[in-house]
């Protein structure tokens, strides 16, 4: 069964920039089926973004310009680049393989 471990997660000020890794492993590893999702508080579980085998990639209305995937050439890990921080994108994020999901890497942004 595949798994998947986030990090990178961390406080920082508003227009600053972190870099989030997820890492999966196991068997049957699709990178068709990974993509990056955020909870803030007291709200739903949303989609941020996925990327495909091809390199396409998707992103939600909220963070596109500022945030970037890309994937390893070995096709079992995922980076989302986030620039440009905002307060409202304090939120905690995971990571998504299928109906797998990663225990997730905190973002707060706050001065």
């Known amino acids: 069964q595949v798994q998947v471990m986030e990090s990178g997660g961390g406080l920082v000020q508003p227009g600053g920039s972190l870099r989030l890794s997820c890492a999966a492993s196991?068997?049957?590893?699709?990178?068709?089926?990974m993509g990056w999702y955020r909870q803030a508080p007291g709200k739903e579980r949303e989609f941020v973004g996925r990327i495909t085998s091809g390199g396409s990639t998707d992103y939600a209305l909220s963070v596109r310009g500022r945030f970037s995937i890309s994937r390893n050439r070995y096709g079992n890990a995922i980076y989302l680049q986030m620039n440009d921080l905002k307060p409202e994108d304090t939120a905690t994020y995971f990571c998504?393989?299928?109906?797998?999901w990663g225990q997730g890497t905190l973002v707060t942004v706050s001065s």
């Open positions: 998504r393989h299928g109906e797998i």
């Open positions: 196991g068997r049957a590893i699709n990178i068709n089926a």
